[in-house]
Each structure stands twice: as structure tokens, then as C-alpha cells.
């Protein structure tokens, strides 16, 4: 279950984009921004905080529904129209959940979005201002 939660952040990492004046970082407007993720399937909330150094941090709810942090790296690809996320480790110990990647798009703070990522996996994102 916590895979699919993790996977989430992959999705929503989509959501990560900046407006035109940002063109070379599609992921600069989320910096200083929290993306809000919500697994259509499960109802499984998420947020992840995106730094420029290609780290990020996010929480969702465990199995008990208390909230889990988490950490891992992201990377873009195909010209940077991709991208992809990696756990560092899973929460609560177990096997780490596969790399997911998703389609990036430009988004502002206020936007919401679908988005679906490679492991099948969709979710409602949203980006607002402020960590």
C-alpha cells in the first residue's frame, strides 16, 4: 500500500512546473510550493516539497493513517518532458517502491490537474503557494 502512496509522489511530481518566464526549469515554480496529490483509486492523500537540488521530501497517510514522511530524488528526461522520482527509502522499512515517472507540464500555483504515471497509477494535483 505505501508503494502505490509513494508512487503518487511520481504523479503529482507532474505537477511541477513553472510558467513561461521559468521555460528552462519546468520545476522552478514548485521550489518554494507544495504539490498536493490525492490517488483516485484509493482516496490516498499526499504533498511533496521539491528542491532544486533534485531532492524532494513528502508525507502521506500509513496504513494506521498517521502521517508518513518520506524522502528521494528527481530527474527529468526526454528533454524534460518526463518526470521521474525515486524514494531514498520506504517509510516503515520493506522493499523500495520502483522509480515512477510521469508527463511534465507547465502549471502555476492555484492550478489543478489529472495526471497518470507509469505504473498506471492516477491522481488529482495541485499546486499551491507556500511550503
Do not use: E
Amino acid at each position: 500500500m505505501r508503494t502505490r502512496h509513494l508512487a503518487l509522489a511520481a504523479v503529482f511530481a507532474s505537477a511541477l512546473m513553472a510558467g513561461p518566464a521559468l521555460a528552462d526549469d519546468l520545476m522552478a515554480n514548485t521550489y518554494a510550493n507544495t504539490v498536493t496529490t490525492k490517488n483516485k483509486a484509493n482516496g490516498a492523500g499526499g504533498t511533496l516539497l521539491f528542491n532544486q537540488d533534485g531532492t524532494y521530501s513528502g508525507t502521506t497517510a500509513g496504513p494506521d493513517g498517521k502521517p508518513v514522511s518520506y524522502t528521494g530524488k528527481w530527474s527529468t528526461k526526454d528533454d524534460g518532458k518526463t518526470l521521474c522520482l525515486t524514494v531514498d527509502a520506504p517509510p516503515g522499512g520493506g522493499p523500495a517502491p520502483k522509480p515512477s515517472c510521469s508527463p511534465l507540464s507547465a502549471h502555476n500555483v492555484g492550478d489543478s490537474w489529472n495526471v497518470t504515471n507509469d505504473l498506471g497509477d492516477s491522481y488529482d494535483v495541485s499546486l499551491s503557494a507556500g511550503r
